[in-house]
C-alpha cells in the first residue's frame, strides 16, 4: 500500500514536473509579447513629444491625442471610429429622429465617400444624389486621403448655407457638381399609404420611432380600408434605408414573424454571441408581404429583409442590397466623446453572413431610368378603342352596377400603371400581392 502511495504522489510530482516545464516557455513568450507592446507605447510617447516640441507649427495635444486615437479605430474597418464629444452628441440626436445636414448615409471606398442612400425627402434626395455615388470633392476641395469623420466633417455646416459637392457615378462619363442648401434633416422613420387594396409600409430609417410609427401607420391603414379583410397584403420598403439601431430592426422582424429566430451576432469569443428570436403575434395576420431593396438598403434593413426572407414570410423584390453584416457597439468614454467598434457579425435565421455580399431578392427587378424623351414620346402617343369608332356597337348585355364594376377595376388597374411609370419596383411589388390574393381566393 506505501508503495502503491508513494508511486501516486511520485505521478503527481513528475506532473506538475511537465506542466512548468511547458508553461515557462509560454510565461515567457507572454512576457515579451507584453514588452514588446509597452516598447511600441514608449515609440508613441516619444513621437508625440518630438511633434509637440519640434513641428513646424504649434499644436493642440488633445487633438493629436484624438487623431492617433480615429487612427488607430479608423484602421479596423470602415465602421470602427472615434467620436469626440461634438460628434457623440449629433449621433445621439441622430437616433432620436432629428438633426441637421444634407440628408445621406456614406461610407468610405477606395479613399473616397460613397454614398449608402439618401434620406427620404431630404436635401441631398431633393438634389438628386443616389446610392452608390462617389463623392470626390466639397465646395472643391479633394476628399481624397481624408477620414470618414473628416470628410463628413467638410459637409457639414450651417442650416441654410450652400454646398457643392462633386459626383462620379456610374454610367456618366465624367464626374459632376450638386449644389445643396443644407437644412435640419427631420426623419419620418415610416410613412404609412394604401395603394389600390395593398399597404404600402416606407421605413426610412431605424431609429427610436421605427417600430412605434410602423405598427400605428398599419393599423390606420387598416381602419380606413374597413378591416384587414379589406387589404391583400403589405409592401415593406426598405429601399434606401441605410439601417440604424438593431433592436429596432429585431422589433420590425418581429412584428411579422409568429416564432422561429430572427438574427443572430457572432463576436470574437463564442460566448458572447446572441440570439434574438420572434414571439407570437403578427400584425399583418398572415397577409402575403412584399419586401422591397436595393443597393441602398444596409444593415438593420439587410436584418430584417434576411430574416423574412429565411422564414419565407416575405417575398424579396429589388436588387441586392449593401452587404453591412456587422454590429458596433457605442461605448462612452471619458470626456463625454465615445468609441463605435466593430463587435461582431450578424447572421441570418438561416445562417449566413450577409457582410460584403448582401440579401440577394428572391425576383430581381431593376429600377429603369426613363430619359425625357422617351417620357414625351409615350405621352404624345394616341389611345384608341373599339369605343371610339364611329359607329360602334353599345354593350347591353351588362347591367349599370356591373358596368360600374368595371369602370372601378379599371380605374384600379390604370392607377397601378401610372404608379409603374413613376415606381416600377413598387408597382411590381403590388402586382405581386395582388397574384397572391387572386390565387388565395380561388
Known amino acids: ?17 511537465v506542466t512548468s ?7 515567457a513568450q507572454e512576457a515579451k509579447k507584453n514588452a514588446s ?5 514608449d515609440l508613441f510617447g516619444d513621437i508625440f513629444e518630438r511633434i509637440r516640441i519640434q513641428y513646424v507649427e504649434e ?14 479605430l479608423t484602421s479596423l474597418d470602415p465602421h470602427s471610429s472615434y467620436l469626440s464629444p461634438n460628434d457623440a452628441e449629433q449621433m445621439r440626436v441622430q437616433t432620436r429622429g ?5 440628408g445621406i448615409e456614406v461610407t468610405q471606398e477606395e479613399g473616397f465617400v460613397k454614398v449608402v442612400s439618401p ?50 457615378r456610374e454610367g456618366e462619363q465624367e464626374p459632376f457638381d450638386v449644389s445643396i442648401i443644407r437644412d435640419t434633416i427631420k426623419l419620418t422613420a415610416v410613412r404609412a399609404r394604401t395603394e389600390g387594396t395593398s399597404v404600402v409600409l416606407r421605413v426610412t430609417t431605424f431609429n427610436d420611432q421605427t417600430f412605434a410609427n410602423l405598427e400605428e401607420g398599419l393599423m390606420e391603414q387598416v381602419d380606413e380600408a374597413g378591416g384587414m379583410d379589406k387589404i391583400n397584403g403589405v409592401v415593406l420598403d426598405l429601399r434606401n434605408n441605410p439601417g440604424g439601431l438593431l433592436t429596432q430592426a429585431i422589433k420590425v422582424s418581429d412584428a411579422f414573424l409568429e416564432e422561429g429566430e430572427i438574427v443572430s451576432t457572432r463576436g470574437r469569443n463564442p460566448e458572447d454571441g446572441e440570439r434574438f428570436n420572434a414571439g407570437e403575434g403578427d400584425l399583418a395576420d398572415g397577409k402575403p408581404i412584399v419586401v422591397l431593396i436595393n443597393g441602398g438598403s444596409a444593415s438593420a434593413s439587410e436584418i430584417v429583409a434576411g430574416a423574412l426572407q429565411d422564414h419565407r414570410r416575405a417575398i424579396v423584390v429589388g436588387t441586392k442590397s ?9 461605448m462612452p468614454l471619458r470626456g463625454e466623446g465615445a468609441m463605435r467598434l466593430t463587435t461582431a457579425r450578424y447572421y441570418t435565421p438561416s445562417g449566413r453572413s450577409i457582410q460584403a455580399l448582401g440579401v440577394s431578392p428572391d425576383i430581381i427587378v431593376e429600377q429603369p431610368r426613363r430619359t425625357p424623351a422617351e417620357e414625351e414620346e409615350e405621352n404624345d402617343r394616341p389611345s384608341r378603342s373599339e369605343a371610339d369608332l364611329r359607329g360602334s356597337l353599345n354593350n347591353d348585355s351588362l347591367t349599370e352596377d356591373e358596368i360600374r364594376q368595371i369602370e372601378e377595376d379599371r380605374a384600379k388597374a ?4 401610372e404608379l409603374r411609370e413613376q415606381d416600377y419596383q413598387m408597382a411590381y411589388a403590388i402586382d405581386i400581392l395582388k397574384g397572391l390574393s387572386a390565387f388565395g381566393n380561388e
Open 1 to 17: 500500500m506505501k508503495k502503491f502511495v508513494i508511486a501516486a504522489l511520485s505521478g503527481s510530482l513528475a506532473g506538475i514536473i
Open 21 to 27: 516545464q511547458v508553461a515557462g516557455p509560454l510565461v
Open 37 to 41: 507592446v509597452y516598447e511600441q507605447l
Open 59 to 72: 499644436v493642440e495635444a488633445g487633438e493629436l491625442i484624438e487623431a492617433a486615437i480615429d487612427g488607430m
Open 98 to 102: 432629428e438633426f441637421g445636414g444634407l
Open 119 to 168: 434620406m427620404d425627402g431630404t436635401p441631398a434626395d431633393e438634389a438628386g444624389v443616389e446610392a452608390g455615388d462617389f463623392i470626390t470633392h466639397v465646395n472643391g476641395e479633394s476628399l481624397l486621403g481624408l477620414t470618414l469623420d473628416k470628410a463628413v466633417d467638410l459637409m457639414r455646416g450651417p442650416v441654410g448655407s450652400e454646398i457643392v459637392i462633386t459626383v462620379v
Open 322 to 330: 449593401f452587404g453591412k453584416g456587422s454590429v458596433q457597439t457605442v
Open 414 to 417: 390604370e392607377a397601378t400603371a
